[in-house]
């Protein structure tokens, strides 16, 4: 299995997803669905990773459980001032005096640009996905199981890392409240040949902790949503 995508939503997929192709460097896509945006960005010698965005009709409600940290480093300022000229804005969130800088995307989906960090080696643009955790031990365990990332040096209580020690960190964070409503921005996982297809990766997932998403919105396709034994969102698409 390998974790595949990593899905956003906005008001206008296609202006959000030209921010992203240029802030990241992706190669553009063909989504499944008109008015979605897909691009792909690929780690050398790493894991390549799909950004997709697909229509909302709401602005991003507070309360984001899951963000892209970008690599800045002694960049960091250079970093800012490019993404704020493709777009981005600069944000408060009550963050305060933090070495990292936190910005917007043209929709409002928050991001922070992060400061030098030893962890931070060969990730890419992305330097991690900080997904919040009401016990991070247990989830590590989970994701670990859920997408062959190993266990990484790194900022959060607990940090997986593709297998190649390359691309972005997936930090498990200690939650600052309880999951309230949909994640704005979610995982998927894909099954891989010689592995659990994916009713197995389901069943996987569901004896570690996860729950199936029972809204509506959640019903009808060809990849099943679930959450993951903090609450998030994330869906276990066909076997490819």
Known sequence: MRLENIVMQARDPERTGAFWSAALGLVDGRPPHEGDYEGRLTI????????????VP???????????DLLGGVRQQEVVDRLLGLGARRIDIGQRAVPWVVLADPDGNPFCVMDERAPYQDTGPIAALPLDSADPERDGQF???VTGWVPADGIGPVTLRH???RGPLLELCHEPEPKARQNRTHLDVRPEPGGPDQVELVELALSLGATRATEDWAQGHPW???????????CVLASG
């Not at 409600?61 to 963000?67: F, I, K, M």
């Not at 679930?226 to 969102?233: I, K």
Request: with cysteine; aromatic share 10%.
């Open 44 to 55: 050398p010698g790493g894991p390549w990773l799909d950004i997709c965005i697909e229509p």
């Open 58 to 68: 709401h602005p991003p409600p507070p309360g984001w459980r899951l963000h892209l």
């Open 143 to 145: 994701w670990a199981a």
């Open 163 to 165: 297998a190649s020690l």
């Open 224 to 234: 099943v949503v679930l959450r993951d034994p903090s609450g998030n969102e994330f």
